[in-house]
């Protein structure tokens, strides 16, 4: 297309255009048409069939960022159309003409101000008819850059919204198998995102890799580090191709930042969970350990058990054999002894018998177990006392004073713990 601005081409495209918009039966002559449509915020402008500026109203050159004189005669898409959506933007402006005078036209465009600033555009157009063919369209455009830019990312929060509600239902799906979880993952983020350019996408992870089958590892890539407990185990990667497109003007990001913050939520997922399953794993192997210590342990107790057993009946078995022993070949031969001899001499191997019975009796080693803080001269006592020997008897045994053994009667009682109850101490010592 030609942008001719001769003032003969101006002038005729002029008429033409008011002659349309006299058809129209919109009052030219009576009220100039820039003062009729007037408004503030609203561009009003009337196009040619090439594409032209015929007429635009102040509101619309000042969101150009140029006067509305300059700006007639210039074309529209050669001159404010970006040169990306120029080619787009006239084949589709073609078709809303050819479709005829009774059809509405509504067309968005990027167009690129005097000031040089980008912004979308959307005309709200009606074709304008001068003798049964159209030579123009009338439209009134707005700025919709800001509600462009806010409902491409509300779609792109929605679609990762998406994408990790879907991760939060495979962690339910997959229970405990990382590799099903990691390749439903890959499957996920490139059905959510509904990013057009990317090329297959993969995760390393502790050096294993998962990809996706369409997943080359050629052109562009994005990936975000997978955390667990604070270390760098992996990594999410996206391999994409390069955008010929504009980026969407007023947009605070680029779909790359997006990719990028998704990728980064996406590792995060994956870390936590990672991280959860392989605690739920460890705490598993650990219950099962300490189960078969448990079971361990339980054998070895029983087989303790059986052998404390052993030993108790065995030490039974030994304790009948000396007590036997004693009274069979020893018992009558001090009998014997005693025979004829004197006073000192009888009362010495009593006390041999004695102390020969008490050798196969359990008493002296129950004493020591429940009153340890007996001394060994008090367990000696003990043992005579038990026998049935009186204080005096016993002071002549040992070769002490009887005052010495009612005092040593007095704290085995007080050691015994009853020291201050009627109990007979010879019967008390016989319970042991």
């Not at 123009?136 to 929605?158: C, H, K, P, V, Y």
């Not at 052998?307 to 004693?326: F, G, M, P, W």
């Not at 191997?349 to 008490?358: H, W």
């Given at each position: 297309?030609?942008?001719d601005?001769s003032?003969?081409?101006?002038?005729?495209r002029?008429r033409t255009?008011?002659?349309?918009?006299?058809?129209?039966?919109?009052?030219?002559?009576?009220?100039?048409?820039?003062?009729?449509?007037?408004?503030?915020?609203?561009?009003?402008?009337?196009?040619?069939?090439d594409?032209?500026?015929?007429?635009?109203?102040?509101?619309?050159?000042?969101m150009?960022g140029?006067e509305?004189?300059?700006?007639v005669?210039?074309?529209?898409f050669?001159?404010?159309v970006?040169?990306?959506?120029?080619?787009?933007a006239w084949?589709?402006?073609?078709?809303?003409?050819?479709?005829g005078?009774?059809?509405?036209?509504?067309?968005?465009?990027?167009?690129?101000?005097?000031?040089?600033?980008?912004?979308v555009f959307?005309?709200?157009?009606?074709?304008?008819?001068?003798e049964?063919?159209?030579?123009?369209?009338?439209?009134?455009?707005?700025?919709?850059t800001s509600?462009?830019?806010?409902?491409?990312?509300?779609?792109?929060?929605?679609?990762?919204?998406?994408?990790?509600y879907?991760?939060s239902?495979?962690?339910?799906?997959?229970?405990?198998?990382?590799q099903?979880?990691?390749?439903e993952?890959?499957?996920?983020?490139?059905?959510?995102?509904?990013?057009p350019?990317?090329?297959?996408?993969?995760?390393?992870?502790?050096?294993?890799?998962?990809?996706?089958?369409?997943?080359?590892?050629?052109?562009?890539?994005?990936?975000?580090?997978?955390?667990?407990?604070?270390?760098?185990a992996?990594?999410?990667?996206?391999?994409?191709?390069?955008?010929?497109?504009?980026?969407?003007?007023?947009?605070?990001?680029?779909?790359?930042d997006y990719?990028?913050?998704?990728?980064?939520?996406?590792?995060?997922?994956?870390g936590?969970?990672?991280?959860?399953?392989?605690?739920?794993?460890?705490?598993?192997?650990a219950?099962?350990?300490?189960?078969q210590?448990?079971?361990?342990?339980?054998?070895?107790?029983?087989?303790?058990?059986?052998?404390?057993?052993?030993?108790?009946?065995?030490?039974?078995?030994?304790?009948?054999?000396?007590?036997?022993?004693?009274?069979?070949?020893?018992?009558?031969?001090?009998?014997?002894?005693?025979?004829?001899?004197?006073?000192?001499?009888?009362?010495?191997?009593?006390?041999?018998?004695?102390?020969?019975?008490?050798?196969?009796?359990?008493?002296?080693g129950?004493?020591?177990?429940?009153?340890?803080?007996?001394?060994?001269r008090?367990?000696?006592?003990?043992?005579?006392?038990r026998?049935?020997?009186s204080?005096?008897?016993?002071?002549?045994?040992?070769?002490?004073?009887?005052?010495?053994?009612?005092k040593q009667?007095?704290h085995?009682?007080?050691?015994l713990?009853?020291?201050?109850?009627?109990?007979?101490?010879?019967?008390?010592?016989?319970?042991i």
């Amino acid at each position: 297309m030609a942008i001719d601005v001769s003032r003969e081409l101006i002038a005729n495209r002029r008429r033409t255009v008011r002659n349309a918009v006299c058809c129209a039966r919109i009052p030219w002559d009576s009220v100039n048409l820039l003062t009729y449509i007037r408004m503030g915020g609203i561009m009003v402008i009337i196009l040619t069939a090439d594409g032209s500026i015929a007429m635009i109203n102040q509101s619309g050159s000042d969101m150009l960022g140029c006067e509305s004189t300059s700006a007639v005669g210039l074309g529209w898409f050669d001159s404010f159309v970006c040169e990306q959506q120029r080619e787009a933007a006239w084949n589709e402006y073609q078709k809303k003409l050819a479709a005829g005078p009774t059809q509405a036209a509504y067309m968005e465009h990027q167009v690129v101000g005097a000031d040089g600033r980008r912004r979308v555009f959307a005309l709200h157009g009606t074709p304008l008819v001068d003798e049964n063919s159209v030579v123009g369209l009338m439209a009134f455009g707005e700025d919709i850059t800001s509600r462009r830019s806010n409902e491409i990312q509300l779609n792109e929060r929605i679609a990762e919204l998406r994408c990790l509600y879907g991760i939060s239902r495979l962690k339910d799906e997959t229970g405990q198998d990382l590799q099903q979880f990691f390749r439903e993952c890959l499957k996920l983020i490139p059905t959510t995102t509904k990013y057009p350019r990317l090329r297959g996408a993969r995760i390393i992870l502790d050096g294993t890799e998962y990809r996706t089958a369409d997943c080359d590892c050629q052109g562009l890539q994005l990936s975000a580090d997978i955390m667990i407990s604070g270390q760098k185990a992996g990594v999410v990667e996206v391999c994409y191709e390069e955008s010929t497109t504009t980026t969407t003007p007023g947009r605070k990001n680029t779909p790359e930042d997006y990719l990028r913050n998704l990728l980064e939520a996406v590792a995060r997922e994956i870390g936590k969970h990672t991280q959860r399953i392989r605690t739920e794993e460890q705490l598993i192997r650990a219950s099962h350990e300490l189960e078969q210590d448990r079971k361990i342990l339980h054998d070895k107790n029983v087989a303790m058990r059986e052998l404390l057993s052993q030993i108790e009946t065995e030490k039974a078995n030994l304790v009948e054999r000396l007590q036997t022993n004693i009274s069979s070949s020893i018992t009558p031969l001090i009998d014997r002894l005693k025979l004829g001899t004197d006073q000192n001499s009888l009362a010495l191997l009593t006390e041999l018998q004695s102390r020969l019975e008490g050798v196969a009796s359990p008493f002296l080693g129950n004493l020591q177990q429940n009153v340890p803080n007996l001394t060994p001269r008090e367990r000696e006592i003990c043992s005579l006392i038990r026998n049935g020997l009186s204080s005096k008897e016993i002071a002549t045994n040992l070769s002490i004073s009887e005052l010495t053994v009612q005092k040593q009667r007095q704290h085995i009682r007080s050691k015994l713990g009853i020291a201050n109850r009627k109990v007979n101490l010879t019967t008390y010592l016989q319970t042991i």
